[in-house]
């Protein structure tokens, strides 16, 4: 498998695996499935996961995957859901949340520990109320006085190689975080061919996913691409119950006409959309929701080929469906 520079580090493969996978959260999978997609993954030459706690048992699926003992060269990230917490506690709570992650796994650190929550200005709108708003942002004022510290701090001890934040917040606070005096590490965007964050957007103002990429890549900020299939609204079928309202399924619905390419080109159309993301400026890595074997070994099969040419690009771009 090809190799990218992530941020600080070098040789990480262009497709991640994904923990959500792993962990349920895209559909039933068991144990025994996680175990053997996480050996073929390695096997394939993937050699970052992505975890956190929010992904169900994944962190647990990893510990007993390795055992407290990573082969050589494969990298682990994991996540904190911070929100919004009383005054000078940020840094006890990343702590506390580390260490949970690390005795899931059996781990005595991370390479990447990201910020799992929204982003915002205080005077950005949002379509939840203030109780959720303080479980699920975390305030700008918040992130530069504490977060970045404690990050900072978890890094010189050598509990962590990096930091980041997972960019679906409110794209004009997560473009100021990539402008800061103290940049993250690695950034997690949206790559998708519908610059769609599907159901990640509680925000009001407009998702600006291929800005963020270019911002981060200007300012030697890695960038793991995410929701390369929005969830499966650019598969073949959605796999799991959703109701009709659902922005996955009015995804789902919108890329009717993206499907109907691909079966003119005979292709499936989960291996375009991961080819794509790909393709994108400025991606060096793509994180995969696989959940089983023959998930990932399409995924891996598309990394294989060639990028998607000119032509097929161009073909995809008109068909509109990159609106936000």
Same mark, same amino acid.
């Given at each position: 498998?090809?190799?990218?520079? #992530?941020?600080?580090?070098?040789?990480?493969?262009? #497709? !991640?695996?994904?923990?959500?996978?792993?962990?349920?959260?895209?559909?039933?999978?068991?144990?025994? @499935?996680? #175990?053997?997609?996480?050996?073929?993954?390695? $096997?394939?030459?993937?050699?970052?996961?992505?975890?956190?706690?929010?992904?169900?048992?994944?962190?647990?699926?990893? +510990?007993?995957?390795?055992?407290?003992?990573?082969?050589?060269?494969?990298?682990?990230?994991?996540?904190? +859901?911070?929100?919004? *917490?009383?005054? +000078? !506690?940020?840094?006890?709570?990343?702590?506390?949340?580390?260490?949970?992650?690390?005795?899931?796994?059996?781990?005595?650190?991370?390479?990447?520990?990201?910020?799992?929550?929204?982003?915002?200005?205080?005077?950005?709108?949002?379509?939840?109320?203030?109780? #959720?708003?303080?479980?699920?942002?975390?305030?700008?004022?918040?992130?530069?006085?504490?977060?970045?510290?404690?990050?900072?701090?978890?890094?010189?001890?050598?509990?962590?190689?990096?930091?980041?934040?997972?960019?679906?917040?409110?794209?004009?606070?997560?473009?100021?975080?990539?402008?800061?005096?103290?940049?993250?590490?690695?950034?997690?965007?949206?790559?998708?061919?519908?610059?769609?964050?599907?159901?990640?957007?509680?925000?009001?103002?407009?998702?600006?996913?291929?800005?963020?990429?270019?911002?981060?890549?200007?300012?030697?900020? +890695?960038?793991?691409?995410?929701?390369?299939?929005? $969830?499966?609204?650019?598969?073949? $079928?959605?796999?799991? *119950?959703?109701?009709?309202?659902?922005? @996955?399924?009015?995804?789902?619905?919108?890329?009717?006409?993206?499907?109907?390419?691909?079966?003119?080109?005979?292709?499936?159309?989960?291996?375009?959309?991961?080819?794509?993301?790909?393709?994108?400026?400025?991606?060096?890595?793509?994180?995969?929701?696989?959940?089983?074997?023959?998930?990932?070994?399409?995924?891996? !099969?598309?990394?294989?080929?060639?990028?998607?040419?000119?032509?097929?690009?161009?073909?995809?771009?008109?068909?509109?469906?990159?609106?936000?």
């Amino acid at each position: 498998m090809r190799t990218t520079r #992530l941020g600080p580090f070098d040789h990480i493969s262009r #497709l !991640t695996l994904g923990g959500a996978g792993l962990g349920e959260v895209w559909g039933a999978t068991d144990r025994e @499935e996680a #175990l053997a997609t996480i050996t073929e993954a390695l $096997a394939a030459g993937i050699n970052l996961i992505d975890a956190a706690p929010r992904y169900r048992n994944c962190e647990a699926v990893i +510990g007993e995957a390795f055992a407290g003992r990573l082969p050589d060269g494969v990298r682990i990230t994991t996540k904190c +859901g911070l929100g919004a *917490p009383e005054r +000078g !506690t940020v840094a006890s709570l990343l702590e506390a949340s580390l260490d949970a992650s690390l005795s899931a796994m059996r781990l005595d650190r991370v390479d990447v520990f990201f910020l799992h929550n929204f982003l915002a200005d205080s005077e950005a709108a949002f379509r939840f109320d203030d109780a #959720l708003r303080e479980q699920h942002v975390t305030p700008w004022t918040q992130y530069v006085e504490e977060v970045v510290p404690a990050f900072e701090d978890l890094k010189a001890r050598g509990r962590i190689g990096a930091w980041g934040i997972t960019g679906v917040g409110v794209p004009s606070t997560i473009l100021k975080a990539l402008r800061h005096e103290v940049r993250p590490d690695v950034v997690q965007a949206i790559s998708n061919l519908m610059d769609s964050p599907g159901g990640m957007r509680a925000y009001l103002e407009a998702p600006r996913p291929r800005d963020i990429i270019r911002e981060a890549a200007a300012n030697g900020v +890695g960038v793991m691409g995410i929701r390369a299939v929005q $969830a499966g609204a650019l598969t073949s $079928a959605i796999d799991r *119950p959703l109701k009709d309202t659902h922005p @996955e399924m009015r995804d789902y619905r919108a890329a009717a006409s993206f499907r109907a390419l691909c079966a003119e080109i005979g292709e499936e159309p989960a291996s375009v959309a991961h080819r794509y993301a790909l393709s994108m400026p400025g991606v060096d890595t793509v994180v995969l929701g696989v959940k089983n074997r023959q998930e990932l070994a399409q995924c891996v !099969t598309a990394e294989a080929q060639n990028p998607i040419d000119s032509t097929l690009l161009a073909r995809i771009d008109a068909l509109g469906l990159a609106n936000g």
